[in-house]
């Protein structure tokens, strides 16, 4: 099985992604592809997928390719080659890969794909939604207030809150705020990266997991891990952590809450992210869960919770949602045209 | 202001979206762009945009044309010629157009457009996500139950019921149940369409009432109309409601509840549809107000609704929603390159 690994991409997340695609280049069999910030697409060079290839602009000088029915197409002396894989990677973090452009892009122009499906890029995508969604199947999550730049109105929680935009990932924008006087400059943060945000209480020493999976027939789950943070995970922490090659330690749990984290991701999971390898990030607090948030393009694939990273992957490939058969007939334009004569 | 009106694409509504076509085209000055069942894009000569163009297989002498960045492109013989038009208006009804793949493209390629953005487009295209945006606002919406093709549950309400596939519109697939013997059968034909499905309390002699509009600076909403119908709206009536001409009469409504529909429509509008003419359809029961469906991209743009249909479009087309600009400089690469030195 040959993938296309799909990163970079107009998002504040690209460089996360740029680190998230050389995690996997060792690990699985794949084309890079590379979306730059004008959204041209390029060819990258496998043995050159460096950090440095791209703060350099260095990657304008492999083929740049064009998006097509079928695939991505790089120009020829005579004709155009198809870069060859069989099934396309969603590796873009944040804007253009989880808002659902890029699903929309793949299944517009019909290239199989891992990764979140449009409904499942845009619920994910907006964390008010996800609590929507949560809400709606009845599961736990932290209370919240949403407020819009320009309808600030006053908090309704006590301090410590924690303050997110309502669209990113990757802790971009969010603050702890502990008092009154810290929140006008962590809305002000908050704010330059989205027009709204969500506020929710802050539980000091709240317990938190990551567990992954996908389905793909049955279910294929992660290790269950508490990751090692400081107050929360910062941005260049995840340089080091998509990387990580050691073995991820099973999270010690009480009885129940294991069971409790994997009933929640299952039920969160069918049939809305179907196609997509996700990763939940839940919280335990006074021996209740609750899903903190769902990531549906993790970073690196959140490859390293799996003891057997590949076989997940290659059983998704071959089980990704199919696009349903729409008949276009011209049913109704015939028995129209056929009634007036 | 010119404009590129894009219509068909793959969805079970592809035929009205080219009576919709049809209804605009005396309407206002556009370039007419097709996109067939196979996903090819085809520029329409306007003096010959009749159903039958499409019916017969004719469209295919017409040019094709490529989606690129800026724009669609047609190949020439020495080099390829832009499509010139200002804004485009997404009218491709149902999938492809309200799915959020039509929005995702257009703006991945940068083209202006007026139409619903991908978040607007996924929760009207859903009515799971509706009700729940529409819970959240507070705004009223009938109770409803959710069933997944796999999983068949008892139903919650008494008959009649009304069933409807989770995804469509246009009335396609949509059953009134007024006892146990129909219920087996209207699933089925739901579940043609779809692997989930509504169901509502089905309210006899309920009123219905249209309402349309945008906010481009301010908002322009059209009248009110209670749209004439048997049982519901079928699908070949829509075609002679398109092009209507006559002057719509404004709904005779007791006090409070114009008001109320106002009050509920913009309420939604914001900031969720900013970019998009859509058409908010109310039922009125028992001097209760309740939002039954929202169409981000309603048929003919809702244009007969409008007195003057021009100004509003020409002031949404000026005032489009602007993508963020998200800098991409490779602060944290750069920062870690430096470290290592």
Redesign the interface.
């Known amino acids: 099985m040959q993938f296309g690994v799909i990163f970079g991409g ?3 997340e ?2 996360i992604s ?1 680190v998230s695609a050389i995690a996997l280049k060792d690990i699985i069999e794949a084309e890079f592809i590379f979306i730059d ?1 004008k ?2 697409f390029y060819l990258i060079d496998k043995s050159k997928l460096k ?2 290839l ?2 350099s602009g260095e990657y304008t000088k492999m083929p740049k390719l ?1 998006l ?2 079928g695939g991505f197409y790089q120009k020829g002396l005579l004709k155009e080659k198809r870069v060859e894989f069989d099934v396309a990677i969603n590796l873009v973090h944040g ?2 890969g989880e ?3 890029l ?3 793949l ?4 290239i199989p794909y891992i990764g979140p499906r ?2 499942g890029s ?2 994910s995508y ?1 964390k ?2 996800t609590k ?2 949560l ?2 199947l009845g599961i736990n999550t932290l209370d919240f207030q949403l407020l ?1 730049k320009e309808k600030i109105e006053p908090l309704k929680f006590d301090y410590p809150v924690i303050i997110k935009p309502c669209h990113l990932g990757s802790s971009i924008g969010v603050s702890v705020v502990r008092d009154e006087s810290e929140l006008s400059y962590a809305l002000d943060v908050a704010f330059e990266f989205d ?2 945000v969500i506020i929710e209480p802050f539980i000091e020493g709240v317990k938190e997991y990551n567990l992954a999976g996908c389905k793909a027939g049955n279910f294929y789950l992660s290790k269950i891990e508490e990751p090692v943070k400081g107050e929360f995970l910062d ?2 922490k995840k ?1 080091l952590d998509f990387g990580r090659t050691e073995e991820v330690k099973e999270a010690e749990l009480v009885p129940g809450i294991r069971e409790q984290m994997i009933e929640s991701f299952k039920k969160l999971y069918e ?1 809305l992210f179907y196609g997509a390898i996700i990763r939940v990030d839940f919280f335990v607090h006074r021996g209740q869960v609750y899903v903190n948030e769902i990531n549906a393009v993790p970073g690196s694939l959140a490859n390293y919770l799996f003891e057997d990273f590949l076989t997940p992957l290659q059983a998704l490939a071959r089980n990704l949602p199919k696009p349903r058969a ?1 008949p ?1 007939d ?8 056929s009634a007036k004569k």
Chains 1, 2 share one sequence.
């Open positions: 107009v998002s504040y690209h460089e740029i910030k959204r041209d950090s440095k791209f703060s064009e097509k029915k804007g253009d808002d659902g452009k699903a929309s892009l299944e517009f122009f019909a449009i409904e845009v619920v907006n008010l939604l929507l969604y809400y709606h819009h027009n709204e941005f260049e340089y049939p729409i276009i011209y049913h109704y334009i015939n028995s129209i045209q």
